[in-house]
């Protein structure tokens, strides 16, 4: 029986991952909700379950239930860079870049939460630190084009105008469709 329940919470999640991945937000919800019927401590579900009230603007729940999530599993950087988008969009800045540093912590090279803390320093004008992060993310991967897209409105907001418009170019160098 306990093989049984077992199976059904890895389907279940599964089916919900693969639902969450193809935009289903409803459904998704549905099948991480059965896994924590079942399993309440289930990382995973508890995690993207908050990533679904984020996608849907319950920044408070999301960010309720991905601390949850955190106390069953303090080493996965994915959930504290998660935490990070909700702060900066809640513009709790303070809070978003502690969760951005406890994601790079975890993971010095996570692209994604080096981009997140350069874009959040830019939101509190804080230009040239945020300057470091992203040119440290050329430096780490040099295709990776949201840093130049975002090095391109940090020197906009600086009114610098010549290096604004060369890293827009370089993103539509490396991605031509955005």
Known sequence: KLWLMQTNINEDFQ???NFHQNGNLDQAEIKYKNVLSVNSNHFDSLHLLG????????????ASLIKKAINFNQ????AYYNL???YKKMKKYEDAINYCNKAISLNNNYLDAINIKGQILTDIEEYEEAEIFFK??????????????NLGILYNKQNKIKLSINSYKK??????DF
Do not use: E
């Not at 993103?171 to 031509?176: A, E, G, V």
């Open 51 to 62: 990533v679904i009230n984020s996608q849907k603007g319950d920044y408070g729940r999301a």
């Open 136 to 149: 440290k993310l050329i430096k780490l991967n040099p295709s990776f084009y949201d840093a130049y897209y």
């Open 75 to 78: 080493s996965n950087p994915m």
């Open 84 to 86: 990070a988008i909700i």
């Open 15 to 17: 089916k919900g991952l």
């Open 171 to 176: 993103t539509i160098d490396l991605k031509p």
